[in-house]
C-alpha cells in the first residue's frame, strides 16, 4: 500500500494568515489525490480532487497542487469556518489518507 | 447527483455480527469500485475494504481480513459489510464511498459500536 505521510499534525494560526498541509508519499502515483475538511461529528467534505481540481461549492481560497510523491492544500486567508482538521487521500491504489492535520486558533 | 445512504449500525456486543448497507443512486454503480471507510472516535480515516465493479475481487486491511465481508448486489444498486466477531476497536462510523468521475464521494456514514 502507499503511506501517505501529513505534516504538520497540528497548525496554530490566526484569521488572515495563509497556511500550507503537505502530503508526502511513500511512492509516485498519478493525479488521484484528494484533500478533505472535517468538523466534529460530520462526515470528511471534499475540497480538492485530482491534486488540484476545485471542488464545487468550495471557496477559491482553498488550492491544491503537487506531483509525483509530494502535494499541498494551501489555503490563502484563513477564515474562521476554516478551523477543522484536514485529510489526504490517495485514490490511485487501494484508498489511503494522511494522519490529519488540525487548523487551531492562534 | 450522486447520493451514498448507508444503513445498518448499531450496538453489538463484542463477538457479535452486523451487516451495514449502502444504497447508491445518481451514478452508474455497476461501473464503480466502492470502499467501506471507517472512522474510530477520536481517530483518522482508515480504509476497510475494497470491491471491484464486478464483485470479482476483494481487497481487506489486514486487522479485518477474515472477519469481515464486501459485497454488492448491482441490480440494487448496492453495496454490504457484513461483520463478524466484532470487536470493541471496530467501533466506529462507517463510510460508504466511490470515485466517481475521478472525484470520492461519501455517504452520511452509520455507527458502529461494540461493547459489551
Redesign the interface.
Same mark, same amino acid.
Given at each position: 500500500d502507499i503511506q501517505m505521510t501529513q505534516s504538520p499534525s497540528t497548525l496554530s494560526a490566526s484569521v488572515g494568515d495563509r497556511v500550507t498541509i503537505t502530503c508526502r508519499a511513500s511512492q509516485s502515483f498519478n493525479k #488521484?489525490l484528494?484533500w478533505y475538511q472535517q468538523k466534529p461529528g460530520k462526515?470528511?467534505k +471534499?475540497l480538492v #480532487?485530482?491534486t488540484s481540481?476545485l471542488?464545487r461549492g468550495v471557496p477559491s481560497r482553498f488550492s491544491g497542487s503537487g506531483s509525483g510523491t509530494e502535494f499541498t492544500l494551501s489555503i490563502s486567508s484563513l477564515q474562521p469556518d476554516d478551523f477543522a482538521t484536514y485529510?489526504c &487521500?490517495q #485514490?490511485d491504489s +487501494?484508498?489511503?489518507? !494522511? &494522519? !490529519?492535520t488540525k487548523v487551531e486558533i492562534k | 447527483e450522486v447520493q451514498l445512504v448507508e444503513s445498518g449500525g448499531g450496538l453489538v456486543q463484542p463477538g457479535g455480527s452486523l451487516r451495514v448497507s449502502c444504497v447508491a443512486s445518481g451514478f452508474t454503480f455497476s461501473n464503480n469500485w466502492m470502499t467501506w471507510v471507517r472512522q474510530a472516535p477520536g481517530k483518522g480515516l482508515e480504509r476497510v475494504a475494497t470491491i471491484r465493479p464486478d464483485g470479482s475481487d476483494q481487497y481487506y486491511v489486514d486487522s479485518v481480513r477474515g472477519r469481515f465481508t464486501i459485497s454488492r448486489d448491482n441490480a440494487k444498486n448496492s453495496l454490504y459489510l457484513e461483520m463478524n466477531s466484532l470487536r470493541v476497536d471496530d467501533t466506529a462510523v462507517y463510510y460508504c464511498t466511490g470515485a466517481v468521475t475521478g472525484r470520492v464521494c461519501w455517504g452520511q456514514g452509520t455507527l458502529v459500536s461494540v461493547s459489551s
Open positions: #488521484y484528494a462526515a470528511p +471534499l #480532487y485530482e481540481s471542488e485529510y &487521500q #485514490y +487501494l484508498w489511503t489518507f !494522511g &494522519q !490529519g | -
